[in-house]
């Protein structure tokens, strides 16, 4: 009798070893394990704020951001809502925002990602601008942007679309649409 009691519970501890085996087997893997890492992060800030001067001591640059990360592995940081303040010598300065951003380690140029948002109050003849686009391009340095996606350009009474762009920022926009550019203007009435 207690042999048989014996390979009853043997049987039952066979099957519910099977039946986990099985399980692992089928069951869908967890998707945040199989994404890569980042790398070591060997520091973070949040509520960044930059300040670049120029050789006046005038501010060149402002940046800010909710939260930056810098990886170690490869020397990159990761920006969430960044804003980036383009100063000019005359007239009003440059405002990027974007949702995310990548900045390698050299940090001549930054990689904004998602909708990128690019504004400027208006300058001595009263034209604001205002430039809507995914996924640009910037090099601060060279108050360069540029991106290959759709962008929008509203300066009133103007509004320019097409497909990429390169924008030379500071006291003389330099501004080019690359291809499918529309142009509409519209007269104000007398």
């Keep these: 009798m207690m ?4 390979s009853s519970y043997l049987v ?3 099957l519910a070893l ?7 087997l089928l069951m869908p893997k967890d998707e945040a394990s199989t994404k890569p890492s980042a790398g070591k992060i ?4 949040k509520g960044l704020r930059r300040t670049v001067m120029d050789e006046n001591g ?6 800010l951001a909710d939260q930056l990360v810098h990886y170690e592995n490869d020397n990159h940081s990761e920006l969430a809502r960044p804003v980036m303040t383009l100063f000019s010598k005359q007239g009003p ?3 990027i925002h974007a949702e995310s951003a990548l900045v390698p380690g050299e940090g001549d140029e930054i990689y904004l990602q998602g909708a990128v948002l690019i504004v400027r109050d208006a300058d001595e003849k009263g034209r604001t601008i205002r430039i809507e686009t995914h ?10 942007a540029e991106t290959d996606e759709f962008v929008r350009v509203l300066s009133p009474p103007d509004t320019l679309t097409g497909t ?17 550019v529309r142009r509409k203007h519209e007269v104000p009435p007398e």
Aim: proline share 6%; net charge negative.
């Design 58 to 63: 005038q501010p060149k640059e402002l940046l």
């Design 93 to 95: 300065p440059w405002v």
């Design 164 to 180: 990429g762009a390169r924008v030379h920022f500071g006291d003389d926009l330099n501004f080019t649409v690359l291809s499918n």
């Design 18 to 24: 099977g039946s986990w085996w099985a399980a692992e």
């Design 135 to 144: 996924n640009a391009r910037v090099q601060p340095d060279k108050q360069y």
């Design 3 to 6: 042999l048989k009691s014996f």
């Design 42 to 45: 060997d520091y973070y800030s």
């Design 12 to 14: 039952l501890g066979l």
